[in-house]
């Protein structure tokens, strides 16, 4: 009757929609993943730039953010501008498929008792902050990691490399050391 006709076009409509939000999810994942390497790729240098540039102790090493590029070239090679970098890198696909997919969360709850099948630019904004929190559990570690390689400048470095920073920050203060700085780097990415 009229009953199983109905099911079977919900089940029909059903089995379409998971098909093309599977493509579409694929879809998201590569373009959040590559958009996310270039991203890091280009932004590395202004970011190890900035970060050497808020933690100078004492005296002033870098008159400005050029002085500081410069010199950082000049005693450590072009590629200290990216000192920190793989952190992030290994870590951004992951990141921005999480928050391709809070995003997505967040429209569907908002759709979910909703006339219209369309979002408000408000809407959107607390669906990118569903998304920012999605992804701050992956990306804390990641901030703590990069920043703590980026201070390193010129001396005897005190961490190796990411994995070093990550099994000591563990072996100084647990978990906690590890995630710190994670609540303000929610408040930033929501």
Same mark, same amino acid.
């Given at each position: 009757?009229?009953?199983?006709?109905?099911?079977?076009?919900?089940?029909?409509?059903?089995?379409?929609e998971?098909?093309?939000?599977?493509?579409?999810?694929?879809?998201?994942f590569?373009?959040g993943?590559?958009?996310?390497?270039?991203?890091?790729?280009?932004?590395?240098?202004?970011?190890?730039?900035?970060?050497?540039?808020?933690n100078?102790?004492?005296?002033a090493?870098?008159?400005?953010?050029?002085?500081?590029?410069?010199?950082t070239?000049r005693?450590?090679?072009?590629?200290?501008l990216?000192k920190?970098?793989?952190?992030?890198?290994?870590?951004?696909?992951?990141?921005?498929? !999480?928050?391709?997919?809070? =995003?997505?969360? &967040?429209?569907s709850?908002?759709? +979910?008792?909703?006339?219209?099948? @369309?979002l408000?630019p408000?809407?959107h904004?607390?669906?990118?902050s569903?998304?920012?929190?999605?992804?701050?559990?992956?990306?804390?570690?990641?901030?703590?990691?990069?920043?703590?390689?980026q201070?390193?400048?010129?001396?005897?470095?005190?961490?190796?490399g990411?994995?070093? !920073?990550?099994?000591?920050? =563990?072996r100084? &203060?647990?978990?906690?050391?590890? +995630?710190?700085?994670?609540?303000? @780097?929610?408040?930033?990415?929501?």
């Amino acid at each position: 009757g009229i009953n199983a006709e109905y099911g079977k076009q919900w089940y029909q409509r059903r089995v379409r929609e998971a098909v093309v939000s599977t493509q579409s999810t694929g879809r998201s994942f590569i373009a959040g993943g590559t958009g996310g390497v270039c991203c890091v790729a280009s932004g590395q240098p202004f970011d190890t730039i900035k970060v050497r540039m808020q933690n100078q102790v004492g005296g002033a090493l870098y008159k400005n953010s050029i002085d500081c590029t410069v010199k950082t070239i000049r005693n450590e090679g072009f590629f200290a501008l990216y000192k920190g970098m793989a952190a992030p890198l290994v870590g951004v696909v992951p990141i921005f498929a !999480v928050n391709f997919l809070g =995003y997505s969360h &967040g429209k569907s709850l908002q759709l +979910m008792n909703s006339n219209t099948q @369309t979002l408000s630019p408000l809407q959107h904004g607390f669906a990118g902050s569903l998304g920012g929190l999605y992804m701050t559990a992956l990306i804390a570690p990641g901030e703590r990691i990069k920043c703590l390689l980026q201070i390193q400048t010129t001396g005897p470095a005190k961490y190796s490399g990411p994995m070093d !920073v990550l099994k000591q920050s =563990y072996r100084e &203060g647990g978990i906690r050391n590890v +995630m710190r700085g994670t609540v303000i @780097t929610a408040v930033r990415d929501m």
